[in-house]
């Protein structure tokens, strides 16, 4: 209790405390919970997600454009990260091992110092190549000296290869080539895909595939849908044949036809009708067909007609109807699969004129292009988000300024600006309270070599760099930016270091996951005892409590949060009731509103909406990271999404004191799974929010075992059926809405002023004076 006196003391003189001990009468076996007016923090945001990656598979699926890999057959563009272990006038010598670059591979690459003894510099790369089990490269003469520790971005546009992102196939010699000359007028792109196949006996195949993850399916082709492409005839035969089947046994072909093209470009719009439902699992494929002939391809895209007429986003209307279901109040672009390697301009770029960027240092190819940040800026208008973007870590001064005009809407910036609901243009700075632009993903994980800078100061410097030129370019939207660095949640202490370099900016994020490791299962109490005690320990004592104290009055944001269960020994069976689970969802908001209550955390980020699963390097399947099981076929939310969704109903205005006396349930957790201990653990806790005369309550029961009766008081709460009520319901805490709905959410109005409150249970009432 001592201990435990003095953490919620340490909190309260930070002015972030709410919960308060409740006095020692508790006979009656009820806890009393009485909301004041005292604003514990001010202008709270809601709850919010990561958007996830784009992918041709489960609930990655996100686009309207279902052939969205490399729709407008361009090339690829390469921009890496390294560092120079050696220097000197024209050397930088990387010594990680594993890089796959072959020799030439940057050869006229450009260049420029990102921090180090030569910060500024730029020019070309002469020569490069592996050496000694690193990596060389030459660089032109002139300017300072290559320093040991110097940072360098590193880019190279590499054309050609129209085919990536597809499966091709030819017979009798046929070939798929680059076309960078004869371009359709129309076009936006740079390159078009050249198809040459009229010899005797040639043919050549293009496919694509989408819906492909064996055993499942996350999407239905369902009601009226469009195939558009531009293509014109060289030789022989002016046939294209178009066919679009889900492969499955007995299936037929939703579209399967011979298009007939002339001799000048020109844009098809193919439409038809599909009526598969997907009780059999299979891929849908696309083809593009020829047999003696030669021609051009290009911009390709299908997609669903006559959907949501309301939805003018790039994005499915089952997408945008899940996120305006969950209504975060961010929304964060990572894009780290396509998008940390793009230049600013290919962000900005039209989908179809968007090159394939990579920036990894274990692969030399990129088959995908990324989201880019009109259409993310687009989604964020549709569904009531502040954008979070995440810019590329090697981005230019230049680059960062193009980013700041064209978000302020500075003239001549393309589509610099928004379509306004009464025929205006306003900047995107003005169409949002605040934008959020971080300098990099995890830029000290080695996942992302590449696209990393792991000495905190010198991202730092960096980062000022990049900040100064944003300022500078929007001038007053300036005032709109929430400059953000981030840091490793698990590494605390370099902060300081970070913090001391990077003067300029606004927000400090971290990842605080819970649940790393699984180890015990035999019964509830370890397998979901240490979940719900993890937030508390986390928050009173844990990286939490340590990165808040790190941060050095910094805004603190959390850039994604979720369970983590990638290690330990938990069979697959025990991990799929363990981590989609009505327990997980119940710690997760919970966890995240501690956050904002005890350290005044105001922006925080689940991971992610998209993502059914992930394969461990015990290559056991967790059902992690996606709040969504998918969006189009069941509709099934993950017990997270539910409870982020719930909790977002009652976060308005000003998080408020909630006052508690009465019976205080605790326990104390022994150690478990991830290390989690904790003396004095409390089973319910209370979060309340205010708007004007409009107010928001959570109510937790992290208890697994036992129901608690709760009174409630508050400005307003005195009216017989004016309070709603909503409950998150499940029959345990291992219940989950994998296979069918275990975990819902259950609407009610409040009778008198006494609640019960199941076991592992979050509880959200709303009402107005």
């Given at each position: 209790?001592?201990?435990?006196?003095?953490?919620?003391?340490?909190?309260?003189?930070?002015?972030?405390a709410l919960w308060l001990r409740p006095v020692e009468s508790a006979s009656d076996g009820i806890t009393h919970f009485r909301v004041t007016d005292q604003v514990v923090l001010a202008g709270v945001?809601?709850?919010?997600?990561?958007?996830?990656?784009?992918?041709?598979?489960?609930?990655?699926?996100?686009?309207?454009?279902?052939?969205?890999?490399?729709?407008?057959?361009?090339?690829?563009?390469?921009?890496?990260?390294?560092?120079?272990?050696?220097?000197?006038?024209?050397?930088?010598?990387?010594?990680?091992?594993?890089?796959?670059?072959?020799?030439?591979?940057?050869?006229?690459?450009?260049?420029?110092?990102?921090?180090?003894?030569?910060?500024?510099?730029?020019?070309?790369?002469?020569?490069?190549?592996?050496?000694?089990?690193?990596?060389?490269?030459?660089?032109?003469?002139?300017?300072?000296?290559?320093?040991?520790?110097?940072?360098?971005?590193?880019?190279?546009?590499?054309?050609?290869?129209?085919?990536?992102?597809?499966?091709?196939?030819?017979?009798?010699?046929?070939?798929?080539?680059?076309?960078?000359?004869?371009?359709?007028?129309?076009?936006?792109?740079?390159?078009?895909?050249?198809?040459?196949?009229?010899?005797?006996?040639?043919?050549?195949?293009?496919?694509?595939?989408?819906?492909?993850?064996?055993?499942?399916?996350?999407?239905?082709?369902?009601?009226?849908?469009?195939?558009?492409?531009r293509a014109k005839s060289l030789a022989g035969s002016k046939t294209l044949h178009v066919r679009v089947v889900r492969l499955v046994p007995h299936a037929a072909a939703a579209l399967d036809l011979?298009?007939?093209?002339?001799?000048?470009?020109?844009?098809?719009?193919?439409?038809?009708?599909?009526?598969?439902?997907?009780?059999?699992?299979?891929?849908?494929?696309?083809?593009?067909?020829?047999?003696?002939?030669?021609?051009?391809?290009?911009?390709?895209?299908?997609?669903?007609?006559?959907?949501?007429?309301?939805?003018?986003?790039?994005?499915?209307?089952?997408?945008?109807?899940?996120?305006?279901?969950?209504?975060?109040?961010?929304?964060?672009?990572?894009?780290?699969?396509?998008?940390?390697?793009?230049?600013?301009?290919?962000?900005?770029?039209?989908?179809?004129?968007?090159?394939?960027?990579?920036?990894?240092?274990?692969?030399?190819?990129?088959?995908?292009?990324?989201?880019?940040?009109?259409?993310?800026?687009?989604?964020?208008?549709?569904?009531?988000?502040?954008?979070?973007?995440?810019?590329?870590?090697?981005?230019?001064?230049?680059?960062?300024?193009?980013?700041?005009?064209?978000?302020?809407?500075?003239?001549?910036?393309?589509?610099?600006?928004?379509?306004?609901?009464?025929?205006?243009?306003?900047?995107?700075?003005?169409?949002?309270?605040?934008?959020?632009?971080?300098?990099?993903?995890?830029?000290?994980?080695?996942?992302?070599?590449?696209?990393?800078?792991?000495?905190?100061?010198?991202?730092?410097?960096?980062?000022?760099?990049?900040?100064?030129?944003?300022?500078?370019?929007?001038?007053?939207?300036?005032?709109?930016?929430?400059?953000?660095?981030?840091?490793?949640?698990?590494?605390?202490?370099?902060?300081?270091?970070?913090?001391?370099?990077?003067?300029?900016?606004?927000?400090?994020?971290?990842?605080?996951?819970?649940?790393?490791?699984?180890?015990?299962?035999?019964?509830?109490?370890?397998?979901?005892?240490?979940?719900?005690?993890?937030?508390?320990?986390?928050?009173?004592?844990?990286?939490?409590?340590?990165?808040?104290?790190?941060?050095?009055?910094?805004?603190?944001?959390?850039?994604?949060?979720?369970?983590?269960?990638?290690?330990?020994?938990?069979?697959?069976?025990?991990?799929?009731?363990?981590?989609?689970?009505?327990?997980?969802?119940?710690?997760?908001?919970?966890?995240?509103?501690?956050?904002?209550?005890?350290?005044?955390?105001?922006?925080?980020?689940?991971?992610?909406?998209?993502?059914?699963?992930?394969?461990?390097?015990?290559?056991?399947?967790?059902?992690?990271?996606?709040?969504?099981?998918?969006?189009?076929?069941?509709?099934?939310?993950?017990?997270?999404?539910?409870?982020?969704?719930?909790?977002?109903?009652?976060?308005?205005?000003?998080?408020?004191?909630?006052?508690?006396?009465?019976?205080?349930?605790?326990?104390?957790?022994?150690?478990?799974?991830?290390?989690?201990?904790l003396s004095g653990a409390h089973d319910l806790d209370a979060y309340a929010f205010a708007d004007g005369k409009a107010h928001g309550l959570i109510l937790f029961n992290y208890g697994l075992h036992?129901?608690?009766?709760?009174?409630?008081?508050?400005?307003?709460?005195?009216?017989?059926?004016?309070?709603?009520?909503?409950?998150?319901?499940?029959?345990?805490?291992?219940?989950?809405?994998?296979?069918?709905?275990?975990?819902?959410?259950?609407?009610?109005?409040?009778?008198?002023?006494?609640?019960?409150?199941?076991?592992?249970?979050?509880?959200?009432?709303?009402?107005?004076?």
């Amino acid at each position: 209790m001592a201990n435990m006196r003095v953490a919620i003391a340490a909190l309260m003189a930070l002015g972030a405390a709410l919960w308060l001990r409740p006095v020692e009468s508790a006979s009656d076996g009820i806890t009393h919970f009485r909301v004041t007016d005292q604003v514990v923090l001010a202008g709270v945001t809601r709850l919010g997600i990561n958007l996830g990656d784009q992918d041709y598979y489960d609930s990655g699926q996100m686009l309207r454009n279902l052939l969205f890999r490399n729709p407008g057959f361009e090339g690829m563009s390469y921009r890496s990260i390294v560092r120079c272990r050696q220097g000197g006038a024209s050397r930088c010598f990387d010594s990680r091992p594993g890089v796959v670059w072959k020799a030439g591979w940057w050869d006229g690459a450009s260049f420029e110092v990102l921090d180090g003894a030569a910060a500024g510099r730029r020019g070309k790369v002469t020569v490069s190549g592996p050496e000694a089990g690193g990596y060389a490269l030459t660089l032109d003469a002139g300017g300072k000296a290559i320093g040991a520790g110097d940072w360098l971005a590193v880019s190279k546009d590499f054309p050609g290869d129209p085919v990536a992102g597809w499966w091709p196939a030819v017979s009798g010699g046929a070939q798929f080539k680059a076309e960078r000359a004869d371009l359709s007028p129309h076009t936006q792109g740079r390159q078009a895909l050249r198809i040459e196949a009229a010899g005797a006996g040639q043919s050549a195949q293009l496919k694509s595939y989408f819906d492909s993850t064996e055993g499942f399916t996350f999407l239905r082709m369902r009601g009226r849908f469009r195939l558009s492409f531009r293509a014109k005839s060289l030789a022989g035969s002016k046939t294209l044949h178009v066919r679009v089947v889900r492969l499955v046994p007995h299936a037929a072909a939703a579209l399967d036809l011979d298009v007939q093209l002339t001799g000048a470009w020109a844009d098809y719009h193919l439409d038809f009708a599909a009526s598969d439902d997907a009780a059999t699992p299979g891929p849908v494929e696309a083809s593009f067909a020829v047999s003696g002939a030669s021609l051009l391809l290009d911009d390709v895209d299908l997609e669903q007609t006559g959907g949501d007429a309301a939805n003018q986003t790039a994005f499915r209307d089952e997408v945008v109807a899940a996120l305006r279901e969950l209504h975060p109040g961010v929304l964060r672009l990572m894009s780290s699969h396509a998008g940390l390697g793009a230049t600013v301009d290919n962000l900005l770029a039209p989908p179809l004129a968007r090159q394939r960027p990579a920036y990894s240092v274990w692969t030399d190819t990129m088959e995908d292009v990324p989201i880019g940040i009109p259409e993310f800026l687009e989604l964020c208008r549709e569904v009531g988000a502040e954008p979070w973007i995440v810019a590329p870590t090697a981005m230019s001064a230049e680059e960062a300024r193009k980013l700041g005009e064209y978000l302020a809407g500075a003239p001549g910036t393309p589509g610099g600006s928004l379509r306004a609901a009464a025929g205006r243009r306003e900047p995107w700075t003005r169409a949002f309270k605040t934008i959020h632009i971080e300098l990099g993903n995890e830029t000290w994980n080695g996942i992302f070599q590449g696209e990393t800078i792991d000495d905190e100061a010198a991202y730092g410097r960096r980062s000022n760099v990049v900040f100064a030129a944003l300022r500078a370019a929007a001038g007053a939207d300036a005032a709109h930016f929430d400059l953000v660095v981030g840091t490793q949640a698990a590494n605390p202490g370099r902060n300081r270091d970070l913090l001391a370099a990077a003067t300029t900016a606004n927000s400090l994020a971290f990842a605080p996951y819970l649940m790393h490791s699984v180890t015990q299962w035999g019964t509830d109490d370890e397998l979901y005892g240490p979940l719900m005690a993890q937030p508390e320990q986390m928050s009173r004592e844990g990286i939490v409590a340590a990165t808040a104290a790190s941060a050095g009055g910094r805004q603190l944001a959390v850039y994604e949060v979720n369970l983590h269960t990638t290690e330990g020994n938990a069979p697959a069976a025990v991990l799929d009731r363990f981590t989609p689970s009505a327990a997980a969802g119940v710690a997760v908001a919970g966890h995240m509103l501690r956050m904002m209550r005890d350290h005044g955390v105001r922006d925080q980020m689940v991971f992610a909406l998209s993502q059914f699963r992930f394969r461990r390097q015990d290559g056991a399947f967790v059902k992690l990271w996606g709040a969504v099981i998918d969006m189009g076929v069941t509709d099934r939310r993950r017990p997270q999404f539910l409870a982020e969704s719930l909790a977002n109903r009652a976060i308005m205005g000003n998080l408020v004191r909630v006052e508690v006396t009465g019976a205080d349930p605790r326990r104390d957790q022994p150690a478990g799974n991830d290390g989690v201990r904790l003396s004095g653990a409390h089973d319910l806790d209370a979060y309340a929010f205010a708007d004007g005369k409009a107010h928001g309550l959570i109510l937790f029961n992290y208890g697994l075992h036992e129901a608690r009766r709760v009174s409630l008081e508050g400005a307003g709460l005195g009216a017989a059926g004016s309070v709603n009520v909503s409950r998150l319901m499940s029959s345990g805490p291992g219940a989950s809405n994998e296979t069918s709905a275990e975990v819902t959410v259950v609407e009610d109005k409040l009778a008198g002023r006494e609640l019960v409150l199941a076991p592992c249970s979050m509880t959200v009432l709303r009402w107005s004076e």
